[in-house]
Nanobody, 117 residues
């Protein structure tokens, strides 16, 4: 599947951003079967989980994201979003959208989030 991510940018510490990821060229019945997630990566480090949401809507967050980030999905728009509040400089990373279904997995192109102190 093709994933199109958007919403990254430059924000000051304490600010907010909302990332969106749309499953392009997919019909509704395909999107609803996927577990979706957001991961992030900084130079020299492995990609790490930020938050996931299953096809049934169950969410899971990294400890660093709990209480500050909210993942949601809009099945009608084939979109998953990540609302990020109270951003910190250590949230600076390239954020990647992820879609999983069984053994299938796809990644979006990444969107850069930069948090200035």
């Amino acid at each position: 599947v093709q994933l199109q991510a958007s919403g990254g940018g430059l924000v000051q510490a304490g600010g907010s951003l909302r990332l969106s990821c749309t499953m392009a060229r997919a019909i509704f019945s395909v999107f609803v079967g996927y577990d979706m997630g957001w991961y992030r990566q900084t130079p020299g480090k492995e990609r790490e989980l930020v938050a996931t949401i299953t096809a049934s809507g169950t969410t899971n967050y990294a400890d660093s994201a709990k209480g500050r980030f909210t993942i949601s999905r809009d099945n009608s728009k084939k979109t998953v979003r990540l609302q990020m509040n109270s951003l910190r400089p250590d949230d600076t990373a390239v954020y990647y959208c992820n879609a999983k279904q069984g053994h299938l997995q796809d990644w979006g192109q990444g969107t850069l989030v930069t948090v200035s102190s």
